[in-house]
């Protein structure tokens, strides 16, 4: 039988995968805890049948977009409308646009590893280069030698993620205005990844501007608990919107998707519950950790990296595992040897986390 043969370089990947066990404790892919409200869930139940099925959606998710720019507005100088925003399948379709847009073959995306391992991947997929720098022993971004590879190698797309996962670094914001800086001097264009954004005191929305080449991104899947909706979105100058439409595919964001989104964000308090109690938890689990013979890097997200001191962290993956409790191994990245991340759960979960660590280390 004769088949085509993939692409070359698509065949020396590997596809991006986060392993899914049964087990008691889930708290490897940074979901949210909580499910929505019940209010919610019984809004959008009664919401469907309005839905026209045998019609195409809003090829311009028009209602949901402009609902976005309201919510988010006030984070931005000066306000935004839904001409500031594009919303896609989940913050990923999000990047994969922008890559299709500004990427492609002959040209270059930079990321600053470790880092979310995507950034890197899409890139690829859609044919770009990727050139990467490193980062401090602590995680913290080296501005000099971010400077340094953005004037070499002169990237059309910069990412910065910021938490950062999996380390959960927040970037300052002089950081992120001085690699801004930077880009602009070779044309470029920074992506700022805040799909944790809401649980960070800071957000690179506040640099948002028309005549700056700024975006920001965001998902439903963590602070609006909504993992299942795949739901994402970018918040920037009309310019980068426009082009994105260009290579986005038509009618890509179903009715029932753009409906729920926009139902979610009737729900803005609940949703800011949950974030300040995560934040609240985030501490908690913290200090727990700061107990035990782990190193912990400080989060500014809804999960924690840390590294057993004594014992192989692969192995204490699997302890936790053999107790019931899955969290992420996170050795694959770069320079994250033997480090795990967890995700903060409920305040049981978390216990149960605590338990079964201490167990695995004693």
């Known amino acids: 039988m004769s088949r085509p043969t993939v692409r070359d370089d698509v065949a020396l990947m590997e596809g991006y995968h986060s392993p899914q066990v049964d087990v008691r404790v889930r708290l490897n892919t940074n979901e949210a805890p909580e499910p929505p409200p019940e209010e919610f869930v019984e809004e959008l139940r009664v919401a469907l049948d309005t839905v026209a099925w045998h019609r195409y959606p809003d090829r311009a998710a028009t209602v949901l977009r402009a609902r976005i720019a309201e919510t988010e507005g006030d984070e931005v100088d000066g306000g935004i409308t839904a001409a500031n925003v594009f919303a896609a399948n989940g913050s990923n379709e999000v990047l994969q646009s922008l890559c299709l847009a500004y990427g492609g073959s002959g040209r270059r995306v930079a990321t600053f ?21 490193g980062r401090h ?133 609940d949703m800011r ?12 689990v913290e200090a727990a950790l700061g107990d035990l013979p782990v190193d912990v890097w400080p989060s500014a997200a809804n999960f924690i990296l840390f590294r057993p001191r004594d014992r192989d962290g692969a192995d204490v993956w699997q302890d936790l595992v053999d107790r019931g409790v899955l969290v992420r191994n996170c050795a694959s990245w770069p320079g994250l040897e033997g480090c795990l991340r967890v995700t903060l759960g409920t305040t049981d979960e978390d216990d149960e986390f605590l338990a079964a660590l201490t167990a695995a280390l004693s």
Do not use: M
Not at 177 to 187: I, M, P, S
């Open 113 to 133: 590893e470790p880092t979310y391992a995507l950034h890197s991947h899409i890139a690829k997929v859609c044919g770009s280069t990727v050139v990467s720098g």
């Open 273 to 284: 519950r949950r974030v300040a109690h995560l934040v609240e938890e985030r501490g908690r």
């Open 137 to 269: 022993a602590d995680f913290t971004l080296e501005v000099e030698e971010a400077r340094r590879l953005l004037l070499t190698e002169r990237p059309t797309i910069t990412f910065l993620c910021s938490p950062n996962n999996p380390t959960g670094r927040l970037e300052p914001e002089d950081t992120v205005r001085q690699v801004l800086e930077v880009v602009e001097e070779v044309d470029g264009l920074l992506v700022v990844d805040e799909a944790y954004g809401q649980f960070s005191p800071w957000s690179a929305l506040s640099l948002v501007d028309e005549d700056r080449p700024i975006v920001v991104t965001r998902t439903y899947s963590k602070t609006w608990s909504a993992a299942a909706l795949r739901l994402g979105y970018l918040i920037g100058p009309t310019w980068v919107v426009d082009d994105l439409e260009r290579v986005v595919l038509p009618y890509h964001l179903d009715s029932l998707t753009q409906l729920a989104g926009v139902l979610a964000l009737d729900h803005l308090a």
